[in-house]
């Protein structure tokens, strides 16, 4: 049977579940282990947090930092969907810490938004997004993109953010009717 | 009373996310308002999302690498500095407590008038200090090997 993409960081990505057990889970899994996890999760995590930030700069820092955590952490052992959870989990943490000492909260405005609008429709489309985003607040974004870009289920979304899966269904309510607020005039005028 | 949960919300979301949508879901979709919200906006985050993946490209693996490489040496150096850090603070505290209590015997002998009879205690007193610091070099020295040879067993087995 082929194995799996998702198989294969499975079975490379074993961190040790014992303190004891092992000196160091960096030393568990060597560069190119890590490249292939890198890979495989590396463009998922930078776009959440590009689309959740608004930035660039702070979303490459934030990557960076996130695989770091998950390196010098030592998690217990996980298969694939666990690691790409884990990961998700400590971006948004790390989102969660900046926005609490007050850094970057603001959403930055559509650098393309002040140009005359574009025969781009794809363009166009980023611009809406942005600027729907830009109106929403940090933890509305995080829910918005968690559950449908990612597709996590309440449940998954409650333990990455920290949160009791009633108040995410609550808040992902009030946050899809918000952005609908905010993307119908566009998809109307589109 | 207006609906703001529907059942099908996942399927709308798994559709648009694997792009399988089916006819059925496309009739529930034109009746169902919570639905049509839902395929609004995760259909223009998912494009948005798309977009992102393509346009951007991530830091190199082995920078990212080498930057946990440097975490790790930090905390390392950090570990192994602690013991020294925590005997300082030990060491300081033992001074004080031994200066204070000297002061104290003095205060007291000298206050009874028996400040030659402190002389017959100063060999009492000078044993009691160097029982301390033997204590303290001890308990330090046993750390630090304990430290050393966890480190140096970390190094062998990997």
């Known amino acids: ?190 | 009373m207006k609906r703001n949960r529907c059942e099908r919300e996942i399927e709308v979301v798994d559709a648009l996310r694997t792009g399988a949508s089916t006819a059925e879901l496309d009739g529930h979709l034109r009746t169902c308002a919570v639905c049509a919200e839902t395929r609004l906006v995760a259909g223009s985050l998912l494009r948005s999302a798309a977009a992102l993946r393509t346009q951007q490209e991530p830091p190199l693996a082995g920078q990212v690498w080498r930057r946990a490489q440097a975490r790790k040496q930090e905390m390392a150096l950090r570990r192994a500095t602690r013991p020294l850090i925590f005997m300082r603070a030990v060491s300081v505290v033992c001074v004080i407590a031994f200066a204070a209590w000297l002061l104290h015997s003095f205060w007291r002998f000298a206050d009874r008038g028996l400040i030659g009879g402190w002389g017959a205690m100063a060999a009492q007193t000078a044993a009691a200090g160097a029982a301390i610091a033997v204590a303290c070099i001890a308990a330090g020295a046993w750390y630090l090997l304990h430290e050393d040879k966890r480190q140096n067993g970390a190094i062998s087995s990997t």
């Open chain 1, 1 to 190: 049977m082929p194995m799996h993409k998702s198989d294969a960081i499975a079975a490379q990505v074993a961190w040790p579940d014992q303190e004891g057990a092992a000196a160091d889970a960096m030393d568990e899994i060597d560069e190119q282990e890590f490249q292939s996890v890198y890979d495989a999760t590396a463009r998922p995590i930078l776009a959440y947090l590009t689309g959740v930030t608004g930035r660039r700069d702070v979303a490459d820092d934030l990557l960076q930092e996130t695989y770091c955590r998950l390196l010098v952490r030592r998690p217990p052992a996980m298969d694939a969907e666990g690691t790409r959870r884990y990961l998700f989990r400590i971006a948004s943490n790390l989102l969660r810490d900046r926005w609490r000492r007050g850094e970057d909260r603001a959403y930055p405005e559509p650098a393309e938004a002040a140009s005359p609008p574009n025969a781009d429709t794809q363009v166009n489309l980023q611009i809406d997004v942005r600027t729907a985003m830009r109106a929403m607040k940090p933890r509305e974004r995080e829910l918005l993109w968690l559950a449908y870009v990612e597709g996590m289920s309440h449940a998954e979304i409650a333990e990455a953010m920290g949160l009791s899966a009633m108040s995410v269904r609550l808040l992902l309510f009030r946050a899809r009717k918000r952005a609908a607020g905010l993307l119908r005039p566009a998809e109307e005028r589109a």
